[in-house]
C-alpha cells in the first residue's frame, strides 16, 4: 500500500540492547524526519534527512544514530537503550519542491511504541 | 527562543459546542503555523495552517485566529462533534539548515473530548 509504514509498532527491549525502529515511505519524498512523542513535550525532532545520504541532527539526537542508503527508507537506531527513551516514535516525510524548499505539509507514518524496561 | 506555549492541556466541550485552543510563541522568525490532528494510535495529519500574512483563515467548522503582534494564534472548532475527539498540536516552523528545511516546532498538545 501506498504511504509511510513503521515497523514494529510495539517493541519491549532491556536497558542497554541495540533497538533499530524502520521507516518506509512510498512517495519518494526528498525529506524524512524521526519525531519522538513525550506527554507534556508533544513532538520533538530526532534527526531529519534532506535526501539519501544527507541526515543532519534534530532537537534531541543523543542516544540516537540513522542513515538513509536509500530514498524509501530511513532506519532510526538505539545503539544502546535506556529507559529515557521509552516513547512513541514517529516517522513523517515531505517533499522537496522547486529548488531546495520543502513542502510545508509532513506526512507522518503510525508510530511505534518502544518500552525501555 | 524556540518553544511554542500551547493551553489547555485537555478540553471537554458538549456537542455542538465551540471548542478553542489556544498557542503562543516567541520567535518572530516563524512564517508558517499549522495545526497536526491526532487520533489514538495514529500518527499527525495536518488539520489546518496559516502564515502570518492574513489574521485569520477558515476551512469548514474549523477556524484559525492568528494574532502577529501579540504572538499567538488559536483554533476553533465550531459546532464540535464527537468525531472532533483527539489530540490536537499547535506548531510553528522558520528556515533552519544549509538545505532550507522548515523545521517544526510543536505544541505539547491538547486532549479534546466532545461528549454526546
Known amino acids: 500500500d501506498a504511504g509511510i509504514t513503521q515497523s514494529p509498532r510495539y517493541k519491549i527491549t532491556e536497558t542497554g540492547r541495540q533497538v533499530t525502529l524502520m521507516c518506509h515511505q512510498t512517495?519518494?519524498?526528498?525529506?524524512m524526519f524521526w519525531y519522538r512523542q513525550d506527554l507534556g513535550h508533544g513532538l520533538r525532532l530526532i534527526y531529519y534527512?534532506?535526501?539519501?545520504?544527507?541526515?543532519d541532527k534534530g532537537e534531541v539526537p543523543d542516544g540516537y544514530v540513522v542513515s538513509r542508503s536509500k530514498t524509501e527508507n530511513f532506519p532510526l537506531t538505539l545503539e544502546s537503550a535506556t529507559r529515557s527513551q521509552t516513547s512513541v516514535y514517529f516517522c513523517?516525510?515531505?517533499?522537496?519542491?522547486?529548488?531546495?524548499?520543502?513542502?510545508?505539509?509532513?506526512?507522518f507514518g503510525p508510530g511505534t511504541r518502544l518500552t525501555v524496561l | 527562543q524556540q518553544q511554542v506555549k500551547q493551553s489547555p492541556q485537555s478540553l471537554i466541550v458538549q456537542k455542538g459546542g465551540i471548542s478553542i485552543i489556544n498557542c503562543a510563541y516567541e520567535n518572530t522568525a516563524f512564517d508558517y503555523f499549522p495545526w497536526y490532528q491526532q487520533f489514538p494510535g495514529k500518527g499527525p495529519a495536518l488539520l489546518i495552517a496559516i502564515r502570518p500574512d492574513v489574521s485569520e483563515k477558515k476551512e469548514g467548522r474549523f477556524t484559525i485566529s492568528f494574532n502577529k503582534s501579540a504572538k499567538q494564534f488559536s483554533l476553533h472548532i465550531m459546532d464540535s462533534q464527537p468525531g472532533d475527539s483527539a489530540t490536537y498540536f499547535c506548531a510553528a516552523s522558520r528556515r533552519w539548515g544549509s538545505g532550507g528545511y522548515n523545521k517544526l516546532i510543536f505544541g505539547a498538545g491538547t486532549r479534546l473530548a466532545v461528549h454526546p
Open positions: 512517495w519518494s519524498h526528498s525529506y
Open positions: 534527512s534532506a535526501a539519501a545520504d544527507i541526515t
Open positions: 513523517a516525510s515531505t517533499e522537496r519542491l522547486a529548488g531546495v524548499r520543502p513542502q510545508d505539509t509532513q506526512y
